[in-house]
């Protein structure tokens, strides 16, 4: 881990982050309200942004304005490093005209482009996720998917097949090379 560059709030936030700071400090101050809760960056020694959950209160001195504050920052580096991948993931793929789309360990899907969903007949993504991954495929070839190739996925982390996928209104077949990725 690094360290940060200063030891007062102020002076490790991000330049492109005091202003909100300002704005939200005053606004605590006047009392205009009674916390703050911000998504920030604090900049380490050598450099690198640390992004965080900022919480700030103040205690009161009876009587006037407020006495301390407390600052309660949670690293939220992580969480936004994957927030922004998948906002980079989600803008390739609505562009895409291949069928592209994520699911969770259990099939459910969680996401389905619009290409994707036109390709098999869904209308909405509300449509898309009320299915599951088997759903997309012929009752013949579902025990395959869900006991053989699937498994072998999760186990070796990527699979591809050249499969039949089930158009939903009309219930025509769909050949398609269907590769699948876990993260």
């Given at each position: 881990?690094?360290?940060?560059?200063g030891?007062?709030?102020?002076?490790?936030?991000?330049?492109?982050?005091?202003?909100a700071?300002?704005?939200?400090?005053?606004?605590?101050?006047?009392?205009?309200?009674?916390?703050?809760?911000?998504?920030?960056?604090?900049?380490?020694?050598?450099?690198?942004?640390?992004?965080?959950?900022?919480?700030?209160?103040?205690?009161?001195?009876?009587?006037?304005?407020p006495?301390?504050?407390?600052?309660?920052?949670?690293?939220?580096?992580?969480?936004?490093?994957?927030?922004?991948?998948?906002?980079k993931?989600?803008?390739?793929?609505?562009?895409?005209?291949?069928?592209?789309?994520?699911?969770?360990?259990e099939?459910?899907?969680?996401?389905?482009?619009?290409?994707?969903?036109?390709?098999?007949?869904?209308?909405?993504?509300?449509?898309?996720?009320?299915?599951?991954?088997p759903?997309?495929?012929?009752?013949?070839?579902r025990?395959?998917?869900?006991?053989q190739?699937?498994?072998?996925?999760?186990?070796?982390?990527?699979?591809?097949?050249?499969?039949?996928?089930?158009?939903?209104?009309?219930?025509?077949?769909?050949?398609?090379?269907?590769?699948?990725?876990?993260?």
């Amino acid at each position: 881990q690094g360290e940060l560059t200063g030891s007062t709030i102020d002076s490790i936030t991000f330049t492109e982050d005091s202003a909100a700071d300002a704005r939200n400090m005053h606004r605590l101050v006047t009392g205009e309200i009674r916390e703050f809760t911000a998504q920030k960056r604090f900049q380490q020694k050598n450099g690198d942004l640390v992004w965080v959950k900022l919480t700030v209160s103040p205690t009161w001195q009876v009587g006037s304005g407020p006495e301390h504050y407390i600052a309660i920052a949670e690293d939220i580096t992580e969480r936004r490093r994957a927030e922004e991948e998948r906002e980079k993931f989600v803008a390739l793929a609505d562009s895409s005209q291949e069928f592209i789309g994520m699911c969770d360990l259990e099939f459910r899907p969680l996401y389905v482009n619009a290409a994707g969903m036109k390709l098999v007949g869904l209308d909405s993504l509300q449509e898309a996720l009320r299915i599951t991954v088997p759903d997309c495929f012929f009752p013949e070839d579902r025990a395959f998917v869900t006991q053989q190739f699937l498994p072998y996925v999760v186990r070796q982390g990527h699979g591809e097949i050249e499969i039949r996928f089930r158009h939903f209104k009309t219930g025509a077949a769909l050949w398609m090379n269907y590769k699948v990725f876990t993260l």
